[in-house]
């Protein structure tokens, strides 16, 4: 008897199916902690609780006049400053200055132009940078890996679309209590519930990214050793400036230029001041316009004389290639967005998260009744499933208890925050190979509870906490993911017997 070749859909599936174990593990760390990176700002000004809050009022340009008094004094040779202004998100300014490859930072006061010692860390650009070129990795070799993951996850949407034949009757479809097919109902609600935006984000992801997997548009364009100079200019606020003369000469007022740019743009949407050779002759000041209210990331600047103030150059538009990927960089980072839009943001990247663990246990339940599946392979992906899905929420909590409890004065404090994460995420990898099974997930769900309820004990015990909006916010989302993992501490047991 002939047998019957397998059809599409069950070729999709097995592409399906393995797609998603190769990756889930990362791809559920890049939602968890791009999901966070949404609110980036507003969690490194929390794990800076020495910075005084945003001013109630701004004026953006005595803001940044206070800031060049502040580098004429700390970096009066160098060759460029460059001043990010405080905003909506941002309580301080973040100042940086050049001389040749040196490079030095500092933050300063919006109200009086001092510079601020605040505790040293990483803050919100951890999860940030971690989402997209992971750590202890050269920097190029981690974005490999994550477009990898991303292309993989592309494949597991497009695939997981050509299966569900009844996609839409299953989104409005949950039995609680039905073991394997409670897993695969929680796996179609949350897969179709926020597919749109799944394939908006892992696209775009690889937008921004492009230059690192597709380079030969640009270096077939520039040249091997231009191509990266020349993106970058046109990718970036870059402009051309002439050669230090050696003549000192007074600055033109700020003031004036920042009106010119806010009639153009808007009060308060200069995101940044870069002054080119400051005092000399030839210096060149620059405002470029901060990415919010615009969903487009592509440059926009005034480029002014640094000593008669005139206009020399002004960049508002660019070319349609620019645009697109300005565009979709933009949607990616979601940086235009006002704090509901950010929270569906983050609401859709942990919709993400519980699509991709429901996926891996669905995967190992139903491995766990096939004849013929290795006994060995099913414990390791079963660890791994743990470890990575209740293991991260507490390397998490970990990382923020570390920014409250550790030392100030702590060499390379900053640092050990990052290693007490991997630390504790692989403390609960060895814990889930060890343990094992129900007693795994259970273990590492009470341990995520007690941490994140512990975090606002903590914060509220530290001395001179502000008590501020944002504070108060940040200790009531701890709460309220100390008691998710509660709850899933005792539903898990239950669930993935």
């Known amino acids: 008897m002939e047998t019957r070749a397998p059809g599409l859909r069950q070729r999709m599936a097995g592409l399906h199916a393995w797609a998603g174990v190769l990756a889930g593990w990362l791809l559920y760390a890049i939602f968890i902690t791009g999901g966070i990176s949404y609110f980036r700002e507003e969690l490194t000004q929390w794990l800076r609780p020495e910075l005084p809050a945003r001013p109630a009022v701004l004026d953006q340009a005595a803001a940044a006049q206070r800031a060049l008094a502040t580098l004429a004094q700390q970096a009066a040779g160098a060759d460029r400053w460059q001043i990010d202004l405080p905003g ?4 301080v300014i973040d100042a940086s200055w050049e001389s040749g490859d040196h490079r030095e930072r500092a933050l300063l006061s919006p109200a009086d132009g001092a510079v601020l010692h605040p505790r040293a ?4 650009e951890f999860f940030y940078y971690f989402h997209f070129s992971l750590y202890y990795l050269p920097g190029t070799l981690g974005r490999w890996i994550v477009g990898l993951c991303a292309m993989m996850a592309l494949v597991v949407l497009i695939s997981g679309v050509i299966v569900h034949r009844r996609i839409f009757s299953d989104f409005f479809t949950f039995r609680p209590g039905k073991g394997q097919r409670s897993w695969l109902d929680a796996h179609n609600i949350s897969s179709v519930l926020g597919l749109p935006f799944y394939l908006m984000i892992v696209y775009t992801g690889l937008v ?30 870059r402009f051309e400036t002439p050669e230090r003369t050696g003549v000192m000469v007074p600055p033109a007022p700020l003031a004036p230029l920042m009106a010119q740019a806010a009639v153009r743009w808007g009060d308060g949407s200069i995101g940044r001041v870069i002054v080119s050779h400051p005092g000399d002759a030839a210096s060149r000041v620059a405002l470029v316009r901060g990415d919010g209210g615009r969903i487009s990331v592509a440059p926009a600047y005034l480029l ?31 940086r235009y967005a006002d704090p509901a839009l950010r929270w569906l943001y983050f609401g859709s990247s942990m919709l993400g998260a519980s699509m991709v663990a429901t996926g891996l246990v669905l995967w190992t339940v139903k491995r766990r009744s096939k004849p013929g599946t290795s006994l060995a392979w099913l414990r390791f992906t079963q660890a791994g499933n743990a470890a990575c899905v209740a293991g991260l929420p507490v390397a ?6 570390a920014n409250r409890l550790l030392p100030l004065g702590l060499a390379n404090r900053e640092q050990w925050e990052v290693h007490g994460f991997f630390l504790c995420w692989g403390a609960a990898t060895v814990y889930s190979g060890w343990r094992g099974g129900i007693a795994a997930w259970r273990g590492l769900w009470w341990l995520g509870a007690t941490l994140w309820l512990a975090l606002p004990l903590v914060d509220a015990g530290l001395p001179g906490r502000p008590a501020s909006e944002l504070f108060i916010s940040f200790d009531s989302a701890f709460v ?18």
């Open 88 to 91: 909506w998100r941002h309580n």
């Open 121 to 124: 860390t990483h803050g919100g």
């Open 208 to 237: 921004t990214l492009m230059l690192t997997y597709m380079p030969w548009g640009a270096v077939a364009a520039f040249g091997q050793q231009q191509a990266r100079p020349a993106m970058a200019q046109a990718m970036q606020a």
């Open 304 to 334: 002014f004389d640094g000593v008669s103030g005139a206009l020399l150059d002004e960049r508002a538009r660019s070319g349609p290639a620019l645009t697109t990927w300005g565009t979709g960089y933009g949607l990616h980072l979601g």
């Open 396 to 401: 998490v909590a970990v990382f923020l208890l």
């Open 480 to 497: 309220a993911v100390g008691l998710l993992c509660l709850y899933l501490g005792w539903r898990t047991g239950a669930a993935t017997r």
